[in-house]
């Protein structure tokens, strides 16, 4: 991995025993599974550190706001010290076609050409509940694997495929009105050498006394690359979400 977005592992060890300390779990096992509908709007542009200037998602690309998908699984104990874990996997799938004219990678698209983008995260989230009652707070570490595979056609093929893993930071702070109804505001985020990736997630979710929970909410994802894997980008994806869930 470019050494620009790599974080030593000392410093994610003196994270963990910052964290630690202050660490508290469940009362109980739970254990909860979900995922739902992101309509994510895109914005931004990205170029190889030799293109002459940057591609715009939407002029030259003509990407659109899409409905994209999420699912996820928790897992939350009461043994102490060993954080709680969840698993979340989201994928953006972009597309558009159209009259362009633009160089990438220091190829030059003209004319008729269409594109196919897919940005997959994977987030592998332990953290602890500092708070947990009508007061919940979350803090812990999240590593992201990002995959970004994409196809640019203009006559002949083009397809590659980038892949990185991150450390970030991770925070969750809610508050329960009533039982069962939780109003939350989420973040994942790193900012390291020029470089950042967030993840920020507002929401509101209801658990059924049948298991069965609902949520709804908004998030914006964003990805501001300088000079990582020879690539400058700020990419925006944001827009409301609605999903469901079972826990136990």
Do not use: C
Not at 183 to 191: A, K, P, Q
Request: no cysteine; glycine share 8%.
């Amino acid at each position: 991995m470019e050494k620009k977005y790599t974080m030593k592992l000392k410093q994610l060890a003196l994270i963990s025993a910052l964290i630690t300390p202050f660490s508290a779990n469940a009362d109980v096992l739970s254990f909860a599974i979900g995922g739902g509908g992101w309509n994510a709007s895109p914005t931004g542009n990205f170029q190889k550190t030799t293109d002459p200037a940057a591609v715009d998602v939407k002029e030259n690309l003509f990407w659109k706001e899409e409905t994209n998908t999420y699912i996820y699984a928790t897992l939350e104990h009461p043994v102490p010290i060993l954080p709680n874990v969840r698993l979340i996997s989201t994928k953006i799938d972009q597309s558009g076609s159209g009259n362009t004219n633009f160089v990438f990678d220091g190829i030059t698209y003209s004319g008729d050409v269409s594109n196919e983008f897919s940005i997959e995260t994977l987030d592998l989230i332990a953290y602890y509940e500092v708070l947990d009652n009508v007061v919940s707070i979350d803090i812990g570490l999240n590593i992201r694997n990002l995959k970004v595979d994409y196809t640019i056609v203009n006559g002949t093929p083009t397809t590659d495929s980038v892949e990185e893993t991150v450390p970030m930071l991770y925070a969750l702070v809610g508050g329960s009105p009533i039982p069962d109804l939780l109003i939350s505001g989420e973040l994942s985020y790193i900012s390291y050498d020029g470089s950042t990736i967030s993840d920020f997630t507002a929401k509101i979710a209801y658990t059924t006394s049948y298991f069965i929970g609902v949520e709804a909410g908004y998030r914006a994802q964003s990805f501001e690359f300088d000079d990582v894997s020879e690539t400058n980008a700020k990419l925006d994806f944001d827009g409301l979400f609605v999903g469901a869930y079972l826990k136990f």
